[in-house]
């Protein structure tokens, strides 16, 4: 059984960072895409970044890069998000999510597994 569990999360003053954690289990890791997904109150989850260890690629969503870096400890089956300069606007639950079918994409229905969420808030 595919699991996933997100930490990390936590309230921060802006221009602050956390590393958000992702735990995967039940699966062979590197063989999955791991996308991190975010949800605000009232707006549409949206795709915030994802890699894919087989491909050793990894993509990220305009509005947060440069900021904010994927990367996986596959010995621990874990991925990381190291978000930077924090901003009152990147407040929200932050998911991670495990893709099967090998295709990179932006679509939260391309993601079969999702891990229970972790609150990032971030103050002004």
């Known amino acids: 059984e595919v699991q996933l569990q997100a930490s990390g999360g936590g309230l921060v003053q802006a221009g602050g960072s956390l590393r958000l954690s992702c735990v995967a289990s039940g699966f062979t890791f590197d063989d999955y895409i791991i996308g991190w997904f975010r949800q605000a109150p009232g707006k549409e989850r949206e795709w915030v970044s994802c890699?894919?260890?087989?491909?050793?690629?990894?993509f990220t969503e305009d509005s947060v890069k440069g900021r904010f870096t994927i990367s996986s400890d596959n010995a621990k089956n874990t991925v990381y998000l190291e978000m930077n300069s924090l901003k009152p606007e990147d407040t929200a639950v932050y998911y991670c999510a495990a893709s099967e079918d090998g295709i990179i994409s932006r679509s939260p229905a391309r993601y079969t597994s999702w891990g229970q969420g972790t609150l990032v808030t971030v103050s002004s």
């Open positions: 890699i894919s260890n087989t491909y050793g690629t990894t």
